[in-house]
């Protein structure tokens, strides 16, 4: 079974960083990629950024050059790294893997940017 679990959200001022953490289960977050995706209120769930196993990352135009996604494969735990962090960043951050065409997620956390 797999299980997520993101923590690290909260309210902090424009311009401010947050980190977020993704811990999964096992070999089974190793060996998958990893996706962040968040969700603000009346709009539809988006695609923040990912990494491949190997560590190769993407990322929503919206966020490049602020945020930064890693891995520690050890820890079984990816991490979102979120700089100058904006007022429309405002959001619940999902961590996602997909696992035989299932897609898994965990039960969020909430990110909150004040102006």
């Known amino acids: 079974q797999v299980q997520l679990v993101e923590s690290g959200g909260g309210l902090v001022q424009a311009g401010g960083s947050l980190r977020l953490s993704c811990a999964g289960s096992?070999?089974?977050?190793?060996?998958?990629?990893i996706a962040w995706y968040r969700q603000a209120p009346g709009k539809q769930r988006e695609l923040v950024a990912d990494?491949?196993?190997?560590?190769?990352?993407n990322y929503a135009d919206s966020v490049k050059g602020r945020f930064t996604i890693s891995r520690d494969n050890a820890k079984n735990t990816v991490y979102l790294q979120m700089n100058s962090l904006k007022p429309e960043d405002t959001a619940v951050y999902y961590c996602?893997?997909?696992?035989?065409?299932?897609?898994?997620w965990g039960q969020g956390t909430q990110v909150t940017v004040s102006s």
């Open positions: 996602n893997l997909y696992y035989w065409g299932k897609p898994y």
């Open positions: 990494i491949s196993s190997g560590g190769s990352t």
């Open positions: 096992g070999s089974i977050f190793r060996i998958n990629a």
